[in-house]
């Protein structure tokens, strides 16, 4: 495997080689040239991922941890609404030392090219079933409407966990004049 040496995600570390129990920490945005993720939620081309990492020096070679803070964004898969969220992506792998054995993750002239590393982490933290909001009732199977909307402002916000019990117990009490509305309206 060679690797671009002047890529964004490249990082020089030719003063921990060989020197285990050094560390060196960077701190940096990454723009991203291309989007990452295949589904109906993405890392857009364009949009900003803030990398910290920290690269131990060890006796195999270079140890590298760290997160990558970003913004996914694409379509609620239920109700098809525009959606972006923020991820914090942590990634961790050895690169180590060129020797008899091929490794995938590699130090290269004194350099580590973290790309392909933040990259497989981050497409994997992209949410399998990406959802606007965790209760979404989605499309109505009728009028492919957004079934929040239809059903009101007050339920369209998102609910907080520690309210959901009390939530049931309102819906309980006022469950046949609700039902009984929502009759007539439709
Ligand atoms: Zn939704």
Redesign the pocket.
């Known amino acids: 495997m060679r690797s671009r040496l002047n890529g964004p995600f490249v990082l020089p570390v030719r003063d921990i080689v060989r020197k285990p129990g050094e560390m060196r920490e960077h701190v940096f945005p990454v723009t991203l040239a291309e989007s990452w993720g295949e589904g109906i939620v993405a890392f857009d081309a364009g949009s900003t991922l803030d990398v910290d990492v920290r690269l131990e020096s060890v006796h195999e070679g270079i140890l590298v941890s760290g997160t990558a803070d970003g913004e996914y964004s694409g379509v ?6 525009d ?1 972006a969220r923020p991820v914090e992506v942590e990634f961790q792998e050895l690169f180590a030392y060129p020797g008899e054995e091929e490794t995938d993750f590699e130090v290269q002239d004194d350099h580590v090219d973290l790309e392909t590393l933040v990259r497989d982490a981050a497409v994997l933290a992209l949410p399998f079933q990406p ?3 965790p209760d ?3 499309l109505d199977p009728k009028t492919g409407e ?1 079934l ?1 909307e239809s059903i009101g402002t007050e339920q369209a916000a998102p609910i907080d966990p520690r309210w959901s019990a009390l939530q049931q117990i309102t819906d309980q009490d006022g469950g046949a004049e609700s039902r009984a509305a929502e009759k007539e309206e439709s």
């Open positions: 609620c898969g239920r109700c098809l609404i959606i959802v606007c909001q979404c009732p989605g957004r929040t």
